[in-house]
């Protein structure tokens, strides 16, 4: 099927991560201009357009919790290509260790709702208002099983993606639609929220590597693997297509083998050479 998305214009904040990378890579193969944003990681984002080429790239620094600098950001990538149609909002900051909400501070609980909710807050309404100009546009946020099934020892963070899951998709599916209507050409403007499981990328990578724990994670699965970050990405671009996804927006779409909130498997049965 031909996506439509040769020439389309996609931001993809947090790019220069294991799942954001993926995306970019997959809108690149299908011939998009791709902006590739990224905060600290400056050289693994310029390798990462390096490996791109020849797709048409821009890539771009920002703090995605300041407003000045993600309005910014946009402005230079309109700057650059004149419009941006697809907004996919990747980045978030996470807190690897455990801490329950008993222990946990303030500062970690505001640090978090920072990097995930509010930098999603500003990218989605300076990308709002970039389609209410345009009349047109699409958005995909990437959320996570935990906003779904929430996570022990993470409710900072569950919290957060929940907001974006849920709420802020729900409404912003009608706001959206408002901005950029729908014509007997255009379908109208759109946002959906992608949810990944477990996924094998580098921040995962150390708890991972115990076969203890692939064990324990899978075990909720109906499909007792871990997710690769192209699983994710292709479904980032079948929602940012209006080619494929034209009726579709205000969806949470859980990416985790027919995850639960109970186990399915007991550990001794899944083999995790295979996962």
């Known amino acids: 099927?031909?996506?439509?998305?040769?020439g389309k214009?996609?931001?993809v904040t947090g790019a220069s991560g294991g799942i954001g990378s993926a995306i970019a890579r997959a809108f690149a193969a299908e011939k998009a201009r791709v902006v590739l944003h990224y905060h600290g990681n400056r050289a693994a984002n310029?390798?990462?357009q390096r490996t791109l080429a020849p797709a048409e790239t821009l890539a771009l620094g920002a703090d995605l919790r300041?407003?000045?600098a993600v309005k910014a950001l946009f402005a230079s990538a309109l700057k650059k290509f004149g419009r941006v149609d697809t907004l996919v909002a990747t980045a978030g900051a996470w807190e690897m260790r455990d801490v329950p909400l008993h222990e946990m501070s303030l500062r970690q609980w505001r640090a978090t709702f920072e990097g995930v909710l509010t930098s999603a807050f500003l990218s989605v309404r300076e990308f709002c208002r970039v389609a209410a100009r345009q009349k047109r546009g699409n958005a995909v946020l990437?959320?996570?099983?935990?906003a779904v099934f929430g996570e022990a020892g993470h409710a900072d963070y569950a919290g957060a993606k929940a907001a974006m899951a849920f709420g802020l998709t729900k409404s912003l599916k009608n706001e959206l639609a408002r901005l950029a209507p729908h014509t007997r050409d255009y379908c109208g403007g759109r946002i959906n929220c992608v949810c990944p499981g477990w996924t094998?990328?580098?921040r995962t990578a150390g708890k991972l590597?115990?076969?203890g724990v692939i064990r324990k994670v899978t075990a909720t699965m109906a499909l007792p693997k871990l997710a690769r970050p192209e699983d994710i990405a292709h479904a980032v671009v079948f929602l940012a297509s209006d080619a494929l996804a034209g009726h579709i927006t205000g969806q949470t779409l859980v990416i985790a083998g027919g995850m639960e909130g109970r186990q399915l498997w007991r550990p001794e049965e899944i083999d995790p050479t295979i996962v």
């Open 1 to 6: 099927m031909n996506s439509q998305l040769a």
């Open 9 to 11: 214009v996609v931001l």
């Open 46 to 48: 310029l390798k990462l």
């Open 66 to 68: 300041r407003e000045n």
């Open 142 to 146: 990437i959320g996570s099983t935990a």
């Open 200 to 202: 094998v990328v580098p």
């Open 209 to 211: 590597a115990d076969g």
